[in-house]
Nanobody, 126 residues
Framework: QVQLVESGGGLVQAGGSLRLSCAASGRTFSSYAVGWFRQAPGKEREFVAACSASGSWTYLDESVKGRFTIFRDNAKNTVFLQMNSLKPEDTAVYYC???????????????????WGQGTQVSVSS
């Protein structure tokens, strides 16, 4: 069992930065791949970024490539999403999710993730 808790959300102006954290419980967290998803008001939840269990492989959606970075510190059971050059369209609730696969076969699909956090709100003003 893995429990995930996101933090680091908030209100920021366009062009600003935030770092989201996803803290996990469980001794085997380093065996899980982790993904970040987001859901804007009135829209479906969408994939943002993912990293493998070791952190050596990462994958980002085109909409955030060059602005966001995903990385993890397995010694601290935490995965981070560094968000730079934020835009108003990045406004959403951000969720982290853990997959029992070291690299999810269908990394962009929610069905490949087994555990989810409660989400953290990110709001970007223009």
């Amino acid at each position: 069992q893995v429990q995930l808790v996101e933090s680091g959300g908030g209100l920021v102006q366009a062009g600003g930065s935030l770092r989201l954290s996803c803290a996990a419980s469980g001794r085997t967290f380093s065996s899980y791949a982790v993904g970040w998803f987001r859901q804007a008001p009135g829209k479906e939840r969408e994939f943002v970024a993912a990293c493998s269990a070791s952190g050596s492989w990462t994958y980002l959606d085109e909409s955030v490539k060059g602005r966001f970075t995903i990385f993890r510190d397995n010694a601290k059971n935490t995965v981070f999403l560094q968000m730079n050059s934020l835009k108003p369209e990045d406004t959403a609730v951000y969720y982290c999710a853990a997959s029992a696969m070291r690299i999810p076969t269908r990394v962009r699909l929610e069905e490949d993730y087994d555990y989810w956090g409660q989400g953290t709100q990110v709001s970007v003003s223009s």
